[in-house]
């Protein structure tokens, strides 16, 4: 909660500008108004709160969700709206060719929809419940949390002595490059998206699908630590 009240302190503190910086104006003491002017901005009142299914999304890189936050500020309280793509360009900095790039993945991921006008594009959000990239992106994760569980040292639950029996920074390690030649191999995690988009009970689908995905993982990461240990 601590992050939002900070977002929530940070729309209201730019009313005005003074010696001491940007303030809120109902804090300007009485009697001081002269020793403030009004601030010039155009944001106030505009943030994302962004979920962290979206943000953390492995298989969205930081130019595909630049643009998903560009389109997703603009869109109403039904998950529409409409923007150009000079608009989107403009603000994020990307090149006309990137921007369409990144329309047609956050299209072909399932993230948005996309109907072409004569100005504009109609942009609407789509449902994500069943998004195989979400789903995936969230098994990795667990994955990385249950191992994380096992290899830190828990104070409470084991004796110190046993603490060096293992090499926590390696293990750790090993996590880290066990996930990134996972995500950053369409061969080895399209796989487990296709399956999710395949006919059939979702549910059983789903949890047959995390299980193979959290033995895939445990696996790649036994193989590379009997590599490293010479072992293999």
């Known amino acids: 909660m601590g992050a939002f009240n900070w977002l929530n302190d940070a729309i209201d503190r730019f009313n005005?500008?003074?010696?001491?910086?940007?303030?809120?104006?109902?804090?300007?003491?009485?009697?001081?108004?002269g020793n403030y002017v009004r601030c010039w901005e155009a944001n106030l009142g505009h943030y994302l709160r962004t979920p962290n299914v979206l943000r953390r999304c492995f298989f969205l890189s930081p130019n595909e969700l630049s643009v998903l936050w560009e389109l997703v500020w603009r869109l109403d309280e039904n998950g529409y709206g409409s923007v150009s793509q000079k608009t989107i360009e403009l603000y994020t900095g990307l090149s006309n060719k990137t921007v369409g790039k990144m329309m047609n993945q956050l299209m072909k991921k399932g993230f948005i929809q996309k109907k072409r006008t004569t100005a504009t594009d109609i942009i609407r959000t789509c449902n994500l419940s069943?998004?195989?990239?979400?789903?995936?992106s969230e098994g990795v994760h667990y994955w990385i949390s249950f191992v994380i569980g096992i290899f830190l040292p828990d104070q409470k639950g084991k004796k110190l002595e046993s603490q060096f029996d293992s090499n926590v920074s390696a293990s750790l390690d090993l996590v880290r490059k066990v996930v990134k030649q996972f995500v950053g191999q369409p061969r080895q995690y399209?796989?487990?998206?296709?399956?999710?988009?395949?006919?059939?009970?979702?549910?059983?689908l789903y949890v047959e699908t995390m299980r193979d995905l959290q033995d895939y993982l445990t696996d790649a990461y036994n193989a590379k630590a009997f590599q490293i240990n010479g072992l293999e």
């Open 130 to 136: 069943k998004n195989p990239y979400i789903l995936v």
């Open 16 to 33: 005005y500008v003074g010696n001491d910086g940007a303030v809120e104006g109902i804090l300007i003491p009485e009697g001081e108004e």
């Open 190 to 204: 399209q796989p487990f998206i296709e399956r999710l988009q395949a006919n059939g009970d979702f549910k059983d």
